[in-house]
């Protein structure tokens, strides 16, 4: 038997939107607003957990063709590359560095190589907590 | 500045990219022809440094890596350092020509070959190099990783793992035991740079821990270095395929044990234990290697015992060299400090021909498909130019002229003479062993060199017992090999270059006491006249060949010595035994009961808390400065306490999951009321995700109910449990009474400054503290991979059912 779940595949689609672009927010605000690199990887993993409870593994899996373990893996690779990268501009490890430019269309705007370190811790927080989710559920 | 340091990062740097040239050149061009330039260029640069080296300087360079735990990447090259450095390079150069010729591009993996060898090579580079003993400690034990991957290249074999395990074992062992001794050094010096240790001598001579951290560090070496008895790994290290054998297990790796041995002369030297635990042990292994190798039927193994016994002849030189820093600076030192001259000059030997040799060996196998020597012979009409580069490298190994080995077997048999000439610790009662020991060794190293040659070249070729129709190998392979037979007659004709552009400078290095003179006054030469050690030679050669006549009659004693007193039965028991034992305790405690596992987790929390509890006296509670609680807050405390209630007592497992979630929730709740919105937001993400976690569990989990066990066991379950929630309780409540470290928040005040960041939460996340945000990805991210293996690991086995 076939459950309905009308309501929930209609609410998800909805939601999925709002708590990924909520995301994306709380990621870029981390560098002066509460957010950042964890808490907006945090939450753009539970919205794909939403995905995955609401739809299943396989309908995800189609749509969104990732291998949340390579994710991880790139996230720790460029949180230790920008860290790396301060070396050879003679800094100690994880040096990091940040400025102000004027950007065409957002005006003057800081920019800052944390940005870049955040990105790593992001994507290896997404990348781990859905592979978790995932062999879990497959499992049994 | 200098770019020392970006020399050792060349070889890591390489290997990276390793992968993806064999994904797009693998087939037609051999990945070893990109690979060959790494050693190349960094061989290059380092030649840039020998006018300099040669006048007694040292070049240092410092790049800041963890600069508030006194780590730093710094660099220091000197005499010792510089001919490492060019041995590691140039020898490494050579062997990846070799293994192009070698390693057929077809059938096997070269992009793992490749990787661990630019490892192998970056590590040791970065050992020699390093100043920082931490530093110096970390590669260490990475060429000891690379060479366990390299000796378990074929891991099909059930050879290669074992003698991969072996060498594991044993090296990662010794390196253990040498940081124990370094850190030894640094608390008593109280610095880790290699330099200012060596500059505090005195502190540690009179230290009482002077003889522990002695012997820790040469635990260290001497696993390394394969002295006995610690040797047992190499022979069974020759598993490894023979480009790399002629790399790590002749040329280089196992010097790294001779190289902290020199490196430390200066500290330890001088005193009576390290002469005598130094230059002994070298004796021995020097003996033992000897007469083991005449044994071997194996081409590889008998070069493998060969290393061996030429590891502890070098050994043994410092040893005796040491006892230069006893006298101080004078005549009698500068005879002792020849030794070490020695020692750096049949260092060198050493590489050239027995690199050459393990690269013949190669060749023979590779051509014939066979390296027993019982099934080889007559091979000098097909293998002309292999024959000649086996008769140049054994007759240097042997220590006849015209090759490099005659000069440093002289100077050898020089340095054991003096320890009777002029006795220092105790030496006038047994002294004369020395220079005996020294002799009979020579007398086996000269016959097996002569098996070498002879039995594999000379005699009736069969070709009925080889795998292959036996030829001359390509010329691509037998170019490296001819290199370093050329340098081996080089280096006899012209010693005193060598000597004066890499030995004299590395004596300075291992002898301080010698650098405002330069040096010792040496004139290196073929003939003295007719002196003692010419009658020794003389000696070696006329008994050596009777011995190597008659050697099928006496051979047989070598079959009358029991198995059971060998060093690998002793190995392998003690192996056995541990196993045995480790599995037997292991049983006891895991019982397969996650009930039992948290048992002893909780078991051990309340032993270890309550303990420091108590022994601080840090229970204390005070609630005078406490804000007043109001009734929002009151209301929020009573929700809790009855979703906490509620996990305890629910009858469903779905029931008591939304109450460890509402229990989740309701601390955010305080984050808020507090106002650390990071906190409360991370929280509430975090509760959502571990909420959704459960309810994915909950399938797999059976239906909770009454379980009937025995009544004791649940009173432990009891205590245990109590005895956790008053012991967080009361953790809890005295934590707002107690400054034990000062605040550190002034330290993020101006975090707008420093970082740019309003948000001083993440200001702290990403810059202040990355280096522990990314360890955090890291075991994050290890941690989500170790649940993935898990899982998928159980699925599999459950399929095979």
Same mark, same amino acid.
């Given at each position: 038997?076939?459950?309905?779940?009308?309501?929930?595949?209609?609410?998800?689609?909805?939601?999925?939107?709002?708590? @990924? +672009?909520?995301?994306?927010? %709380? /990621?870029? =605000?981390?560098?002066?607003?509460?957010?950042?690199?964890?808490?907006?990887? #945090?939450?753009?993993?539970?919205?794909?957990?939403?995905?995955?409870?609401?739809?299943?593994?396989?309908?995800?899996?189609?749509?969104?063709?990732?291998?949340?373990?390579?994710?991880?893996?790139?996230?720790?690779?460029?949180?230790? @590359? +920008?860290?790396?990268?301060? %070396? /050879?501009? =003679?800094?100690?490890?994880?040096?990091?560095?940040?400025?102000?430019?004027? #950007?065409?269309?957002?005006?003057?705007?800081?920019?800052?190589?944390?940005?870049?370190?955040?990105?790593?811790?992001?994507?290896?927080?997404?990348?781990?907590?859905?592979?978790?989710?995932?062999?879990?559920?497959?499992?049994? | 500045?200098?770019?020392?340091?970006?020399?050792?990062?060349?070889?890591?740097?390489?290997?990276?990219?390793?992968?993806?040239?064999?994904?797009?050149?693998?087939?037609?061009?051999h990945?070893g022809w990109?690979?060959f330039?790494?050693?190349?260029?960094?061989?290059?640069?380092?030649?840039?440094?020998?006018?300099?080296?040669?006048?007694?300087?040292?070049?240092?360079?410092?790049?800041?890596?963890?600069?508030?735990?006194?780590?730093?990447?710094?660099?220091?090259?000197?005499?010792?350092?510089?001919?490492?450095?060019?041995?590691?390079?140039?020898?490494?150069?050579l062997?990846v020509l070799y293994s192009i010729y070698y390693m057929?591009?077809?059938?096997?993996?070269?992009?793992?070959?490749?990787?661990?060898?630019?490892?192998?090579?970056?590590?040791?580079?970065?050992?020699?190099?390093?100043?920082?003993?931490?530093?110096?400690?970390?590669?260490?034990?990475?060429?000891?990783?690379?060479?366990?991957?390299?000796?378990?290249?074929?891991?099909?074999?059930?050879?290669?793992?074992?003698?991969?395990?072996?060498?594991?074992?044993?090296?990662?062992?010794?390196?253990?035991?040498?940081?124990?001794?370094?850190?030894?050094?640094?608390?008593?010096?109280?610095?880790?740079?290699?330099?200012?240790?060596?500059?505090?001598?005195?502190?540690?001579?009179?230290?009482?821990?002077?003889?522990?951290?002695?012997?820790?560090?040469?635990?260290?070496?001497?696993?390394?270095?394969?002295?006995?008895?610690?040797?047992?790994?190499?022979?069974?290290?020759?598993?490894?395929?023979?480009?790399?054998?002629?790399?790590?297990?002749?040329?280089?790796?196992?010097?790294?044990?001779?190289?902290?041995?020199?490196?430390?002369?200066?500290?330890?030297?001088?005193?009576?234990?390290?002469?005598?635990?130094?230059?002994?042990?070298?004796?021995?292994?020097?003996?033992?290697?000897?007469?083991?190798?005449?044994?071997?039927?194996?081409?590889?193994?008998?070069?493998?015992?060969?290393?061996?016994?030429?590891?502890?002849?070098?050994?043994?030189?410092?040893?005796?060299?040491?006892?230069?820093?006893?006298?101080?600076?004078?005549?009698?030192?500068?005879?002792?400090?020849?030794?070490?001259?020695?020692?750096?000059?049949?260092?060198?030997?050493?590489?050239?021909?027995?690199?050459?040799?393990?690269m013949?060996?190669?060749i023979?196998?590779h051509?014939?498909?066979?390296?027993?020597?019982?099934?080889?012979?007559?091979?000098?009409?097909?293998?002309?130019?292999?024959?000649?580069?086996?008769?140049?490298?054994?007759?240097?190994?042997?220590?006849?002229?015209?090759?490099?080995?005659?000069?440093?077997?002289?100077?050898?048999?020089?340095?054991?003479?003096?320890?009777?000439?002029?006795?220092?610790?105790?030496?006038?009662?047994?002294?004369?062993?020395?220079?005996?020991?020294?002799?009979?060794?020579?007398?086996?190293?000269?016959?097996?060199?002569?098996?070498?040659?002879?039995?594999?070249?000379?005699?009736?070729?069969?070709?009925?017992?080889?795998?292959?129709?036996?030829?001359?190998a390509p010329i691509g392979m037998l170019i490296p090999p001819m290199?370093?037979?050329?340098?081996?007659?080089?280096?006899?004709?012209?010693?005193?270059?060598?000597?004066?552009?890499?030995?004299?400078?590395?004596?300075?290095?291992?002898?301080?006491?010698?650098?405002?003179?330069?040096?010792?006054?040496?004139?290196?030469?073929?003939?003295?006249?007719?002196?003692?050690?010419?009658?020794?030679?003389?000696?070696?050669?006329?008994?050596?060949?009777?011995?190597?006549?008659?050697?099928?009659?006496?051979?047989?004693?070598?079959?009358?010595?029991?198995?059971?007193?060998?060093?690998?039965?002793?190995?392998?028991?003690?192996?056995?035994?541990?196993?045995?034992?480790?599995?037997?305790?292991?049983?006891?405690?895991?019982?397969?009961?996650?009930?039992?596992?948290?048992?002893?987790?909780?078991?051990?929390?309340?032993?270890?808390?309550?303990?420091?509890?108590?022994?601080?006296?840090?229970?204390?509670?005070?609630?005078?400065?406490?804000?007043?609680?109001?009734?929002?807050?009151?209301?929020?405390?009573?929700?809790?306490?009855?979703?906490?209630?509620?996990?305890?007592?629910?009858?469903?497992?779905?029931?008591?999951?939304?109450?460890?979630?509402?229990?989740?929730?309701?601390?955010?709740?305080?984050?808020?009321?507090?106002?650390?919105?990071?906190?409360?937001?991370?929280?509430?993400?975090?509760?959502?995700?571990?909420?959704?976690?459960?309810?994915?569990?909950?399938?797999?989990?059976?239906?909770?109910?009454?379980?009937?066990?025995?009544?004791?066991?649940?009173?432990?379950?009891?205590?245990?449990?109590?005895?956790?929630?008053?012991?967080?309780?009361?953790?809890?409540?005295?934590?707002?009474?107690?400054?034990?470290?000062?605040?550190?928040?002034?330290?993020?005040?101006?975090?707008?400054?420093?970082?740019?960041?309003?948000?001083?939460?993440?200001?702290?996340?990403?810059?202040?503290?990355?280096?522990?945000?990314?360890?955090?990805?890291?075991?994050?991210?290890?941690?989500?991979?170790?649940?993935?293996?898990?899982?998928?690991?159980?699925?599999?086995?459950?399929?095979?059912?």
């Amino acid at each position: 038997m076939k459950p309905n779940d009308v309501i929930l595949h209609s609410v998800t689609k909805v939601a999925v939107v709002i708590i @990924l +672009t909520f995301s994306i927010y %709380l /990621f870029y =605000g981390g560098h002066h607003n509460p957010g950042g690199g964890f808490i907006g990887g #945090l939450s753009v993993a539970s919205g794909l957990v939403l995905l995955y409870l609401a739809f299943d593994i396989e309908t995800v899996r189609n749509n969104i063709p990732v291998d949340f373990k390579i994710v991880a893996a790139v996230g720790v690779l460029i949180a230790v @590359l +920008t860290g790396v990268s301060s %070396l /050879f501009i =003679g800094k100690p490890f994880l040096n990091q560095a940040f400025g102000y430019f004027d #950007l065409p269309i957002f005006g003057k705007t800081e920019l800052a190589t944390a940005v870049l370190f955040d990105v790593g811790v992001a994507l290896a927080v997404i990348g781990t907590a859905v592979t978790i989710i995932l062999s879990i559920s497959e499992d049994g | 500045m200098s770019w020392l340091y970006l020399m050792i990062f060349i070889p890591f740097i390489f290997a990276i990219f390793v992968p993806f040239i064999y994904k797009l050149f693998g087939t037609r061009i051999h990945t070893g022809w990109f690979v060959f330039f790494a050693p190349l260029a960094v061989f290059l640069y380092l030649l840039k440094y020998i006018p300099m080296i040669s006048k007694g300087e040292s070049v240092h360079s410092k790049l800041a890596w963890m600069p508030s735990l006194g780590i730093n990447f710094t660099t220091n090259i000197d005499g010792l350092a510089l001919i490492f450095g060019l041995l590691i390079t140039g020898v490494g150069a050579l062997v990846v020509l070799y293994s192009i010729y070698y390693m057929s591009k077809e059938r096997e993996a070269l992009h793992n070959f490749y990787v661990y060898m630019l490892l192998f090579m970056g590590a040791m580079l970065g050992l020699v190099l390093s100043d920082n003993i931490l530093v110096l400690y970390v590669f260490w034990e990475l060429t000891s990783i690379s060479s366990f991957l390299l000796i378990a290249y074929w891991y099909q074999r059930k050879g290669s793992r074992n003698g991969a395990q072996k060498s594991m074992l044993i090296t990662i062992f010794g390196g253990l035991a040498m940081l124990a001794g370094l850190i030894m050094l640094s608390m008593m010096t109280d610095t880790y740079s290699i330099r200012e240790i060596l500059s505090k001598v005195d502190l540690i001579t009179s230290h009482s821990l002077f003889i522990p951290a002695m012997i820790l560090i040469l635990l260290g070496a001497f696993t390394k270095s394969a002295q006995f008895p610690f040797s047992i790994w190499l022979p069974d290290a020759m598993e490894a395929p023979t480009p790399i054998s002629a790399y790590l297990h002749s040329a280089t790796m196992v010097k790294a044990g001779i190289y902290l041995v020199a490196r430390f002369t200066s500290v330890f030297g001088g005193s009576a234990e390290w002469f005598w635990i130094v230059s002994s042990i070298g004796l021995i292994t020097l003996i033992y290697g000897s007469i083991n190798a005449v044994n071997q039927k194996d081409l590889k193994g008998l070069l493998a015992y060969s290393t061996i016994s030429q590891l502890g002849l070098i050994m043994s030189l410092l040893g005796v060299g040491s006892a230069s820093i006893y006298f101080g600076y004078g005549d009698e030192s500068s005879v002792y400090a020849f030794a070490v001259l020695a020692a750096m000059f049949h260092l060198i030997n050493h590489s050239t021909f027995k690199g050459s040799l393990f690269m013949v060996v190669g060749i023979i196998d590779h051509e014939t498909g066979t390296r027993d020597i019982r099934r080889l012979g007559g091979l000098i009409s097909l293998m002309p130019i292999s024959f000649t580069i086996t008769v140049i490298g054994s007759f240097s190994m042997a220590g006849l002229p015209p090759f490099n080995g005659f000069l440093s077997k002289e100077m050898f048999f020089t340095s054991m003479i003096t320890v009777i000439e002029s006795p220092v610790f105790g030496m006038e009662s047994i002294g004369l062993l020395f220079p005996i020991i020294a002799w009979v060794a020579s007398i086996f190293t000269f016959i097996y060199c002569m098996i070498l040659v002879f039995k594999t070249f000379l005699g009736k070729h069969r070709p009925e017992k080889l795998d292959k129709v036996a030829h001359e190998a390509p010329i691509g392979m037998l170019i490296p090999p001819m290199i370093l037979a050329f340098l081996v007659i080089v280096i006899f004709f012209f010693p005193n270059v060598v000597s004066e552009y890499f030995l004299q400078p590395a004596l300075i290095a291992v002898l301080p006491g010698f650098a405002a003179a330069g040096g010792i006054d040496v004139e290196i030469s073929a003939w003295h006249g007719w002196n003692t050690e010419l009658f020794m030679t003389i000696g070696v050669i006329v008994l050596g060949a009777f011995m190597y006549y008659y050697l099928r009659k006496w051979s047989r004693i070598y079959s009358y010595y029991p198995q059971v007193l060998t060093l690998n039965n002793f190995y392998n028991q003690l192996l056995a035994g541990m196993e045995k034992l480790s599995s037997k305790l292991t049983k006891q405690y895991m019982t397969g009961f996650v009930r039992d596992y948290l048992v002893y987790i909780f078991t051990f929390m309340i032993a270890l808390l309550g303990c420091s509890l108590w022994l601080s006296k840090g229970f204390s509670f005070n609630a005078t400065n406490d804000a007043p609680i109001n009734l929002f807050e009151g209301g929020a405390i009573v929700a809790m306490l009855i979703a906490a209630l509620t996990v305890v007592f629910s009858k469903s497992r779905i029931t008591a999951i939304i109450a460890v979630g509402a229990l989740g929730y309701l601390v955010s709740l305080f984050f808020v009321i507090f106002r650390a919105p990071d906190l409360a937001l991370t929280q509430l993400v975090v509760e959502t995700v571990t909420a959704a976690l459960f309810l994915l569990c909950f399938y797999h989990l059976p239906e909770l109910r009454k379980e009937k066990s025995k009544v004791p066991f649940k009173v432990v379950n009891l205590l245990i449990s109590l005895g956790v929630g008053v012991i967080v309780t009361l953790i809890a409540l005295s934590v707002n009474n107690h400054r034990l470290f000062e605040s550190i928040s002034y330290f993020y005040e101006d975090s707008y400054t420093l970082a740019g960041a309003k948000n001083i939460v993440n200001a702290i996340l990403v810059d202040f503290r990355g280096l522990d945000t990314m360890l955090e990805i890291l075991v994050l991210s290890i941690a989500g991979l170790g649940v993935y293996t898990l899982i998928k690991l159980q699925l599999a086995g459950r399929e095979k059912k």
